[in-house]
């Protein structure tokens, strides 16, 4: 759910899905388009070479849109540079909420 700025109901459907090409099937693509969801997922090389061959345009990546997931992905793992993180141990939500919030000022402040 993400809330909203104003009155409303929450949206429950985002606006974009970003991925890596793992998830360039044609399931994921065509159940994505069925709900109006705009993917950003670049195509494996099979998937390009078949296109042609079948008739078929090739999709548009939005790069500005996938070069921001590469953010995403370093943030994570740097996260992950602390153990407590990266294994999980904590039994309840809200130590492992504490211990993220330690470690994004551990990364925030110098």
């Given at each position: 759910r993400l809330s909203r700025c104003g009155p409303g109901r929450p949206r429950t459907r985002p606006a974009l899905v970003v991925a890596d090409k793992g998830y360039s099937s044609t399931k994921i693509?065509?159940?994505?388009?069925?709900?109006g969801i705009t993917a950003a997922i670049?195509?494996?090389i099979d998937q390009i070479?078949?296109?042609p061959r079948?008739?078929?345009?090739?999709?548009r990546l939005d790069r500005v849109a996938y070069?921001?997931?590469?953010v995403?992905?370093?943030?994570?793992?740097r996260l992950k540079h602390n153990k407590a993180l990266a294994t999980g141990?904590?039994?309840?939500?809200?130590?492992?909420?504490?211990?993220?919030?330690l470690a994004c000022l551990r990364l925030w402040l110098p």
């Open positions: 693509r065509s159940s994505l388009r069925r709900r670049p195509e494996r070479n078949g296109r079948r008739g078929e345009s090739r999709c070069r921001r997931r590469n995403v992905e370093r943030c994570f793992n141990y904590d039994k309840r939500a809200r130590h492992y909420q504490a211990m993220v919030t």
